[in-house]
């Protein structure tokens, strides 16, 4: 239950808290507006495949001007995998190959950093079973 310390004060106004809810204020003045901006984006075509992945993937996009690249990949955590890229690129159709088979099975994200610019795509890891190990619930999964 909000105590006499619980309470947001804006202007002449406050309010209280019931529970349970967050609040977002945002007082808008003469001098707030919105603009068009119209940014061509740094990168395109990207494509990671196979994706899911059970060992190594290639990661492939196309630069629309020259640009430092950085490719990381981190788990769930935000913990750094690996880091398959960090160099200058001149324009055009880049690759990189990542592998992923000494990781656990699990979600992962690439992110690609440019100059202006920052990606991120899901990386799904699934590790390849044998016919003995195979388990219907875990191939399900895999496949998801």
Do not use: W
């Not at 808290?17 to 075509?45: M, R, V, W």
């Not at 799904?124 to 496949?143: E, R």
């Amino acid at each position: 239950m909000p105590t006499a310390s619980h309470f947001i004060q804006v202007g002449d106004n406050t309010f209280v808290p019931t529970g349970g809810y967050d609040l977002f204020l945002a007082k808008l003045g003469e001098s707030t507006s919105i603009k068009d901006i119209n940014l061509e984006s740094q990168l395109h075509s990207l494509s990671i495949a196979p994706n899911p992945v059970h060992s190594k993937t290639l990661i492939s996009y196309y630069l629309n001007s020259d640009s430092d690249v950085i490719i990381e990949i981190y788990d769930v955590n935000g913990i750094l995998i690996h880091r398959p890229v960090d160099k200058f690129q001149q324009i055009g159709q880049q690759e990189a190959i990542t592998d992923l088979s000494t990781v656990q099975p699990g979600i992962y994200f690439c992110v690609i950093k440019t100059n202006n610019e920052i990606y991120t795509k899901k990386i799904i890891n699934f590790q390849k079973f044998g016919k003995k190990k195979a388990d219907k619930s875990i191939s399900a999964y895999a496949l998801c």
